[in-house]
Each structure stands twice: as structure tokens, then as C-alpha cells.
Nanobody, 119 residues
Framework: QVQLVESGGGLVQPGGSLRLSCAAS????????MGWYRQAPGKQRELVAT???????DYADSVKGRATISRDSAKNTVYLQMNSLNPEDTAVYYC?????????????WGQGTQVTVSS
């Protein structure tokens, strides 16, 4: 199983920025898709952004223009840069990875990191 560990969450003022990190236990190139999801209390978990092993990115409409997903393969780490944060961005953010294990698809989730946007 691939282990994913998030970090970088915290309290941010509206309009501020934050960068989340997700460290994987093996090469990012061996993980087909990595991404970030978030879940606010009482709401469904939703996609924020994804990046494939080939570098293709995708974003939810709600964060387009404000979020950037990137990677550092040398550190086995994926990042989520969030700018112009507002209270609607308050949620637990989870790192996600999907990959092949033998002949089967498997997936891993991080433990989550809290992001709170408030003055």
C-alpha cells in the first residue's frame, strides 16, 4: 500500500494563500493519478485538483484560477497551492493516489489536513 501524508494546513485569513504538501512512500511516477479532495462538515467530499504521472492537471470549477497542483518527483511530493482563499474553502483536505498493484487498481488516502479560512 502507498502511504500518503499531508501537511501544511492551518488557519488563513480571507484572501490569503496556503500551500499543502502530500508526501508519498514511493515514486510519484509509479502512481497513475494523485490529487486533492476536500470535505466540509455535512457536505460530500469533492474533487479539488488532480495530476497524472504524465503531468496532466485538472481542477474543479470552484478553484480554477486560484489553485495550482504541482509535484516534486525528487521528494515524492505533490503540492496544492491555494490563493485568494475564502471561507467556502474551509474543509479537511485529503491527498489521494491511484495506482496499479500487480494486476489490480488500488488507491490510498491521506489522513487529512484541516484548512480554516477565517478572520
Amino acid at each position: 500500500q502507498v502511504q500518503l501524508v499531508e501537511s501544511g494546513g492551518g488557519l488563513v485569513q480571507p484572501g490569503g494563500s496556503l500551500r499543502l504538501s502530500c508526501a508519498a512512500s514511493r515514486s510519484i511516477f509509479s502512481i497513475t493519478t494523485m490529487g486533492w479532495y476536500r470535505q466540509a462538515p455535512g457536505k460530500q467530499r469533492e474533487l479539488v485538483a488532480t495530476i497524472t504521472s504524465g503531468g496532466t492537471t485538472d481542477y474543479a470549477d470552484s478553484v480554477k484560477g486560484r489553485a495550482t497542483i504541482s509535484r516534486d518527483s525528487a521528494k515524492n511530493t505533490v503540492y496544492l497551492q491555494m490563493n485568494s482563499l475564502n471561507p467556502e474553502d474551509t474543509a479537511v483536505y485529503y491527498c489521494y493516489g491511484r495506482y496499479w498493484r500487480g494486476s489490480r487498481w488500488d488507491e490510498s488516502w491521506g489522513q487529512g489536513t484541516q484548512v480554516t479560512v477565517s478572520s
